[in-house]
DNA sequence: CTCTGACATCGACATACGTCGATATCTTGC
DNA sequence: GCAAGATATCGACGTATGTCGATGTCAGAG
């Protein structure tokens, strides 16, 4: 992303991207769920921790879900959430294309 | 960030970066600026590719600046901003941390 | 000192967002 | 089918955010 200029299109994506880490109980959510063992976790099992009610994580798991950030998969009554590392190596990597120009060393000369 | 949960401090300072960086109009100044092959431009040149007003493109550059993104140096009439690489570092191996249960190999047997 | 131009700040507006209580939906066990 | 429990959705509320026009501030030219 900022080898060149992005247009609108490239920088509405990116954008919501962010939009969805923006958040404490978000990145607490994710980071909560990328912590397990298992590599998943029940959704009941992250409420209490956050210290949120009960809609208001789900609220935040949907924002999660709908960036592409996590799944969520249905096993009876619970649903089990697990992290989609596709999306977050996508943000990095846009964030990482900081080529030479930003770099403390000017390469160009 | 992902290896363990993050406390709400921790949480409150990394969505607050991610703030930063969730908005098209910002991401496509970042990239303006970190596109110039001088390493900075001046604040004059961003206005018109932004297709905003000189106003907005005044405050997301100050939203950019205090986020540590950018820094804007006065030269007689003219600022000239350029790319901050540390905090982009930062928020970018923020999502880095991405150990080995976020792989498709979960490597514990 | 005054004028001009660049940039920042202010005030106002519409919209988006985080949060919660109440409620709906769905799954299991009886 | 019914009751119980886990999630999701809804409605409402306060607050934050993006945007602009008008105005303020500051540096250089004359």
Redesign the pocket.
């Known amino acids: 992303m900022l080898a060149a200029p992005l247009d609108d299109v490239d920088a509405a994506a990116l954008a ?1 991207g962010f ?1 969805a880490l ?5 990145l607490r959510l994710l980071s909560l769920i990328a912590a397990q063992e298992a590599g998943e976790v ?6 209490e921790p956050l ?13 999660l ?1 709908e960036a592409g950030l996590v799944v ?1 998969e ?7 959430y697990r992290v989609v590392p596709t999306m977050l190596e996508q943000l990095r990597d846009s964030l990482a294309a900081t080529g030479s120009r930003l770099a403390p060393h000017p390469t160009a000369r």
Request: aromatic share 6%; glycine share 8%; hydrophobic share 35%.
């Open positions: 919501k939009a923006a958040d404490p109980a978000r029940c959704a009941c099992d992250l409420v210290g949120k009610s009960q809609p208001t994580v789900s609220h935040h798991l949907k924002v879900r969520g249905r096993r009876g009554t619970w649903v089990w």
